[in-house]
Structures are given as C-alpha cells and as structure tokens.
C-alpha cells in the first residue's frame, strides 16, 4: 500500500484514523448503534480515506471536496440503501428510506467528510510546499543561465495559479463575500429572514440580522480564499469551487451552527431541509458569486503582476483569446439551445420564455430561447475555456453548469425577469424539475461542441513543440479535485430537490 | 493485445458486474443488467486510466450517474414505451431508485475499471500506445508575397488543411506584416500612427512558416525558388542548391515547393520617366508613407525659416501624380493635414500652401461613375486641393515638376500614384501574360500547363468563371481568388475536382478628405458624412486582427480631441531613387529588373 511506504503516510493514516473516530463518537448523536462501534467504523473510514485520497487531498480545499465527496458516496452505499436493505426496512434506493435517512447525510458530511478532509489536505500541503521549494531551488541553481531563465519561467507559471498569498485570498474572499451575501440577502429580505439571524445575539432586529448576515458573507468569503487559493485555475472551476463550498455551508451553517447559535436544537430531518430548502438555493447563489468573483479578481491579478511580463506573455492576447471562447462558446450553444428547446416544447414551456419580452407564442418563445442560450454558451466559453482535460471532464463542466444555471436561471433570474418575485421553495423546485433536465442536457451538448472546438485549435497548436508545451501547462491537469466536485454538486444538486419535495 | 480490446473485456467484466446495482433498482431487471454491461464497456473503452487514480475513476464515473438516468430513465425509457414524457417531480420522484442505482453503479464501475486495468498492466504490461511519430512532410506549398492575396491564401489554407503535418505551408514575404493599403494616405497624412495599421504575419498565421526576404528566381522546371542572398532560411526548411549542384543562389536560399502560389503583387510603373522616378516618393509600402509624412512635416519646418517667398512657396508645394484612389484620397489626406499644422508655423500664410493633384484623364477616380467622382473632385476643391487633368508628369528635377502641358510646377515633393505594373518577377517565367505583364491563370486559378502553379491578386490575370472578363487588380478580388485558391490546392492534393473562381464586386469606397467620402455598394450611390462613416466602419471592420481596430480606434477618437502628430521621426531625405534603405534598394532592383523583363519580353 503506497501510503504505507513513507513515515508521512503513516502519519497521515494515524490522524485520518484518529479524527475519524472522533468523527464516529459525534455521529453517535444521530444514530442507534454504539459509541464504540461508531469509533471503530469511523477509525476505519478514516483510515481508508487516508489511502485513497493521500495522494488527491493536495490542500485543505482540495481535501474538504474529496472528504465531503466520500462521505456523500458512503451515505448513498450505507444508509440510503444498505442499512435499509439488511434490516429488511426495503428495497434499494428508496425515496422514503433515503429521506429517514437525510440526518445520517448531514452527519456523515458534517462528521466525517469535512474534518478528514481538511485535516488529510492541511497535511499534505506541507509536504507539497516543501516538494515545490525544492524544484524552486533546483531550477535556481542549474548550471546555464538560459536553463535557470527557462526553469524560473516554468516555475512561475505552473505555479503563479496556484500561489498563496494570505492577503490576496482574505481581501479577495472577502469582497466576493460581500458580493455574494447582498444576493443572498435579497432573498432574506423578501422572506423576512433576517431576524431570524439577529436571534444569534439575542436580538430580533432587521438591521443586527442584516450587519451579521454580511458579517458572515464575509467571514466565508475569506474562508473560500483560505481554503481554495491554491486550486483556483479557471474562472469557471472557481465559480464551481463557490458552488460546492456554498452547499457545504448549508449544511454546516443553516442546518447546524444556526440553531446551535440561537439556543435551539439541532433539526436534521428532511422535512427541516425542506423548509430551509430558500436558503440552500441562496447558499448556492452566494457560493457562485463569491467564487465567480473570487476568480476574477485572482484572475486579473495574475493578468497584471504576472502575465503582463512579457517574458511570460502567451502568443495571443487576452482579447483575442476571449473573442474565440466567446465566438467557441456562441456557436455550441446552437447543438445544447436545440436540445433544451426539444424539452421546452414537450413541456410546454416555450410560451413562458416569449413572456420574458411580453409575447406568448412558442415561436417567440424558441427565438428568445435561442438568444439566451447563446449568451450563456458565451459565458461558458469565456469561464470553462482550458478547464477539460478530456471529453469526460468535459461533459462533467458542462453538467455543472447547466445544474448552476438552473439554480440561477430558472428559479432565480427568470421569476425577476418577469417582475415576480423569486420563489426558493420545494413547490418552485419540484415545477423546475423538467427544466433541470433541460438545463443539464443544455450544459452536456455545449460543452462537448466547446470541446471540439478547443481540441482543433490545440491540434494546431501541437504542431508547434513550444506553443504545445506553454499550452499543456495552462490546461487543469490530472490530480486537482475536479471529479469530487462534479460527484458532490451533481449528486447533490440533484437528489435534494427530490428529497427535500 | 489490441488496446481496444483489452479495455472491452475489462469493461465488459466491471460492466456485468457492476450491472447487478443497476438490475436491482430498475424496474426492469434484465434492461438494468443489459444497460449495466454496456456502459461499462463503453467506459472501459473511452476512459484509459492511468495508474492507480481510483478516487477519481469512482468519482468521475458515479458523477456520470446523473446524466445517464436523466437520459435513459427520464427520457428513453418513456419515449421507448410508448408514453408522452410528463417530467413531473412525481414521476422522476419514482424513478429515485434508478438515480441511485446509476450513481452507486458509477462508484463500484469506476473503481472496479480501476482495479482491473492495474491488474492488466502487472498481468500484460502497459498499454502500448503507438509512439506519436512525427509525420512526414508531404506536401510543400509555398507562397510569395504577404499581401492580401498571400496572406489569406494562407490563413485560407491553415483552415483547410487543419492539423494535417503532412502539409507545410511556408509564405516568403519581403516584410514581415500585411500593409492595411486602404488606411495607408491616413498614416501619410499623421492620423493613424503606421504600425498601427500593419499586422504581424507571425501572429496572424498559426501554422505557417514566414520567411522575410525577396525572391530572386523562381525554376519551374527543378520546381525551387531561389531567394536573394539576404534572406535566411531555417536550415530545415530549406533545400540545398548545392545539393543539386547548382551553387549559384548558395546555400540556404532555395525552397522547394510542390504547389507555387504567385501573389507578389504590384510594383510602381514610372513608365521609363527615370527622373521622374528618382526624384518621386512611392506610395505603396508603409516606410513610403511614413517617409511622405516626415517628409512633410520637414518642409514645413524648412520653409517656416525661409525669407524667400517663392522658396518658401515650393516647400510646400506638394504634387501628387495618379487621380486613381491612392492619389485622391492621398491628396485629400495630405491637403488636411498641411492646412491642419499651419498655424505651429507662423510664417508660413496658408495661402502659400498647395496641394496639386495631376491626372491624364478628364476626371478623377475612374472606377467610380461620374457623378461620385464630380462630388470628390468639387468637395477637394473647397478645400484648397488643384487639380490639373488631362495632364501627365513629363519630367521631374530637384525642386521642380514639369508637366505634359508645358508648365513647370516648383516643388519638393512629387509622389507618384499614378501607375503600377504586376511584379516584375513575373517577366522572368515561362508562361504566358497579359499585355500588362500579368501572369493569365484559368478560371481555377491554375497557371495552364504547370502543375502545381497558381497565380492570384495583382500578379495575375484572373478570369471570371460566369462573364469571362478577367477580374479588376483590386484587395476586394485578391481577398476572394486567395480563398477560391485554398480550397484548388486542397482539392488538387486530395486529388478532388477543382472549382472556377466567380466573384461579384461588392461596391467601392473612396475617402476624400475630413468626414468626406464617396461609396457605390451594389449599384447605390453615397457620399459624403453618411459615406465617410461606412468607409470607416467597413475598413475597420476588415483591419485583420482585434488589436489593431483597437489601435486605429483609439487614434481615430484621439484625433477628434488632439492635433495631429506633427513630430518628426526619421530622415527624409530619401527619395525612391535613393539608395538609403534596404526596401529602397530593392525596389530600383525591381524596377532595373523590371525594365529589363519589359525590354525581353517586348522582344520575343
């Protein structure tokens, strides 16, 4: 076993043992079986996570979306269906054993998934910042000088995404967070909300809830920065790193910490997720503002104190570079425009879409469908451009994608466009359900036609050693926690509309 | 084994076993196991991990859960029964069990695809994937000139070629940017900075080797261009003369080629007026505009210092040869530009200045219908610009113009627009032209009787597949024969049937002086402020590549709040007949070539 063959894996697998135990001892709150026999699976988990995310789990954010991952898929494999099963409760995978199940989901994140996950990334993040200042000082002291140029321009680029810098990623966390809570708390204001968070000080004033909501954004928008400085690349991986962190906080924050805080007992039940089901679409929305912006600003900081050197510059400019992903993005969204509107028309929702410019037949409704899908295939090019490594990840961006924009778009932005309020309820998702699958069918069909696109002009590319080599080391390589996000925000963004319903 | 295969029985193993997840939480259990199997081979099959990255095969895979109960529970099953898909969250609610078979069915695929490819890799090694050898060159197509022709055909090639290494494209330019022409009076008359309307060939083309130098020969027998000495080739690229035993051109200046495409442009034609030549500014490449335009500013700066009145008025006097559309929009640029620095130079009254333009026919812009070119001619006139028509340039000394009529005009600047004549390398082939000296090509672009030859723009004489008529020397056509010329030699190296070539011209535009312009689009007429905005959109809009319209735009919104640049950059003192520059050398070469070619050719 490879974790076994260093003293430091050993270490690692002592700690995951140690915090998953402990992990095991607090799940024993939510659960019949025995303090002991909690400790010893959670040792057991940990341990197995320490083996199969030791070499994933590269930094806390990383660990936190591997963690949370594997505790997902241990909830789907154990609770959900085999527990049920044994104890003869029902088949596998069923929709009410799944829902009397939902407080094991919460715990299961909340125990196991988040601790061993930050803990096993933070652990290897020393390991790796030792690993990246030995290549620094063997590229410093190569023998020629052209050598020592090249390998410091290497360095730098490989590693200018990914540096830390403490102040960039609390000031840049928190303004996304800023960002991010004044969207959310527009919904907090129409639901009257706010109170209820003012309740954390004792206090039922608007105005204490609203000072603390912001405190809050911007405490985990710093956290955000914190934890996922070193795995932001692309803007549309960072938007997806906001998304996951934002659920992530659902549970830990609305769920758990909120009524802990207010002096009340802590509700896991599915029915308890349904009514804060608002507050999970706004805990999304936050989370894809602050990591939008969260990226845009790391973005352009990289574009000013480091792209803009010329020794680093890429052959073709930034503006070039956009107008192709925009042009990219525009003409793939035509194949996924075309696929979502086959759904609109079976469900009838063509008519609805010609309302946003005050008509109502199908055919207005295709046309303005189409327009919109191109802006969003636009967005997507410009945000996901050099994300997918392959087709599968591919595919897997643009179902993220499409799920985020059902959460923006369809329950959010669309309700605004026609001059009605948002509505963040299970009613709202449950109506939504068919448009989910258009919007995931939109993301999938785009990002594949996206994906052609940057594979021809790759293949020109590779023609030419240097500008293949420049071009490899932009693309999001193997290793970064990219299949965790996809597995916890597809899964999840899925099955909680159904399960909260 | 075959790599296809070995994935396929791991697939089909992982498959059938994993199938069981799905078997148990599908309605129908044989469908579930049969769906199993199959999207574990395809996985299997498409995937190809990489050593012991289990976590993300499980995570990947399961993720893919989603999708594919979304699309085989949600919308094949129903439609494949027979039903109209409803959607509803009830229905999709009762399909909960088939969502969570796909995605524990995805976890236990993805590790178990995992396990069983390391096991192969201890059992039969790794994959062997066929080492990416670099394929060989087959195909060479090399272009001459980086004009528009030139330069389109190749960007037209890059496209139709794609990625395919077996083809390499080499373009062999005697500068190393694409001269926008149509903006090229306003960077003589200081509105538009010069680079800013000259695109890099290096940056513009993706695959396309650029080679900076000028051809000296081509043998279409051996089928090489020769290059002057001057220019250097990757050693690589290039084809050894030596190695044929001919050491003449000497090593490293001989390409070889199996498709030639001509697009070498024009030349200045001074009709043999040798003094004419060697006291006139060309106005064909950006280092003669840019030499127009300090030369300008020089003269003011001379004559601003001179007592004589009549000295002072020869200096800026400026007399333009050619009423064609470089010589009226140079015209109008330059008259805007003296009248528009005049007050920096107190001593000179603008009374003083004056802008001649001479043209041997009784109208300017004889493209253009009447009408238009009248509304040019008069709007230039308000203006201060004087026109003499039906008037050649017989002579030309220093500080003197001598006209067909007699007259003698006293000036230190005559530039010449007033003929051109298709490059003169042209003239040293074997193949048959036009009585200007241009290459006549067929109808797909193909010079008759030589393989693999093509000839396109001003170099060549093109007819048009519907009318017959050979097609005018103009950038619209040039623009349109290159990407014609593209897609022949593609269909000529694929062995394909090649197509005529038929354009019809879209219109002309033709800017006269401040917010003034003429444009004929289509048989509708325009001109003036209406026209001038279309001349600018249009031409900004076909300025290649995005930072050079930001660049023109900027010194365009520039220009609306800030004088013209009136600062002096190089020495003028050079004349096309000077020897100063490398570019000036070469061109009197050209036109000694040139000469001589006419001289040859009007003998055989």
Known sequence: ?501 | MNIMLRRAVIGVIAGSICAFILAHTFNYATLGFCLGVIVGIAYAVASGTKSRTYADGMMTAASFGVPLWVLINVVMLPLFAGETPLWTAEVMRAQFSALVGWTLYGLALGTLVQVLNDVARRAFGEERVLAATPREVKTRVVILGGGFAGVTCAENLEDTFGADASIEIILVSDTNALLFTPMLAEVAASSLEGTHISTPLRTTLKRTKVVRGSVESVDLNTRRVYLESDARLPSRMSDVGAANGDKSSGEGHTLKFDHLVLALGSVSNYLGLENVAANSFDFKSLGDALRIRNHVIDVFERADAEEDVKTRRALVTFVIAGGGYAGAELAGGLNDFARGMSPYYPNISPDEINVTLVHSRDRILPEMSEGLADYALRHMERRGVEFKLKTRIADARPGAVVLSSGEEIETETLVWTAGTAPHPLMQTLPVERDKRGAVIVDTTLAVPNHKGLWAIGDCAQVPDAKTGKPCPPTAQFALREAKRLAKNIYASVHGKPLKPFHFDSLGQLCVVGHHTACAEVKGLKFSGFFAWLMWRGIYLSKLPGLERKVRVLVDWVIEVFFPRDIVQTIDTEVRAGDTGTRDDTSRVDERDRMSEAKGAYAGS
């Open chain 1, 1 to 501: 076993m490879p974790v076994l063959n260093s003293r430091r894996g050993v270490v690692n697998l002592m700690v995951c043992a140690a915090v998953g135990a402990i992990g095991g001892a607090t799940y024993s709150h939510v659960t019949v079986a025995s303090v002991i026999t909690n400790i010893l699976i959670g040792a057991l988990y940990g341990s197995m996570f320490a083996v199969f995310a030791e070499r994933r789990a590269t930094t806390p954010g990383a660990g936190l979306l591997w963690g949370l991952s594997f505790a997902l898929a241990l909830w789907l494999i154990v609770p959900a269906n085999l527990t049920p099963m044994l104890s003869g409760a029902g088949q596998m995978g069923m929709l009410d054993a799944a829902q009397a199940q939902f407080p094991a989901l919460v715990a299961y994140l909340l125990c196991f998934g988040f601790p061993l996950g930050i803990c096993l990334g933070t652990l290897n993040s020393f390991i790796h910042h030792e690993q990246e200042a030995t290549r620094a000082t063997n590229g410093a002291q190569a023998d020629d000088t052209a050598t020592r140029i090249s390998n410091r321009v290497m360095r730098d680029a490989a590693q200018e995404y990914m540096r830390f810098q403490l102040v960039r990623a609390l000031v840049t966390g928190g303004v996304a967070g800023i960002v991010g809570g004044w969207a959310f708390g527009k919904w907090m204001a129409q639901v009257d909300f706010f109170p209820l968070i003012a309740g954390i000080v004792g206090s039922e004033s608007s105005g204490v809830g609203m000072t603390l909501h912001f405190i809050i954004a911007v405490i985990i928008g710093a956290t955000f920065g914190l934890l996922f400085q070193k795995d932001v690349r692309g803007l549309g991986s960072s938007l997806c790193w906001g998304v996951a962190y934002g659920m992530f906080w659902w549970f830990l924050g609305a769920l758990t910490l909120l009524p802990m805080l207010q002096g009340e007992s802590v509700d896991w039940s599915y029915t308890r997720g349904g009514q804060l089901f608002g507050s999970l679409v706004g805990h999304v929305i936050y989370g894809l503002l602050v990591g939008l912006i969260y990226g845009l600003v790391n973005r352009l900081w990289i574009a000013f104190f480091y792209e803009s050197d010329p020794l680093n510059r890429e052959p073709s400019g930034v503006g070039e570079r956009s107008l192709r992903a925009l042009a990219w993005g525009a003409a793939a969204s035509i194949t996924g425009g075309l696929l979502f509107s086959f759904v609109m028309y079976a469900t009838g929702a063509l008519p609805r879409v010609a309302a946003l410019i005050g008509g109502d037949s199908p055919a207005l409704g295709f046309v303005v469908h189409l327009v919109i899908s191109s802006l969003i295939g636009m967005s997507y090019g410009i945000l996901f451009r050099r994300e997918a490594m392959n087709a599968s990840a591919g595919v897997a961006w643009g179902l993220v994608y499409g799920l985020v924009w059902w959460f923006l778009g369809h329950l959010t932005l669309f309700p605004v466009l026609l001059g009605k309020p948002f509505v963040w309820t299970t009613e709202a998702a449950n109506l939504g359900l068919p448009s989910l699958i258009g919007h995931l069918a939109y993301g999938a069909a785009t990002a594949i036609v996206f994906m052609l696109f940057e594979r021809r002009h790759a293949a020109w590319l590779r023609l030419d050693p240097r500008l293949a080599a420049r071009e490899a080391r932009l693309q999001r390589p193997l290793g970064t926690p990219a299949p965790a996000l996809w597995f916890f925000i597809l899964v999840l963004g899925v099955l909680l509309p159904m399960l909260l319903g």
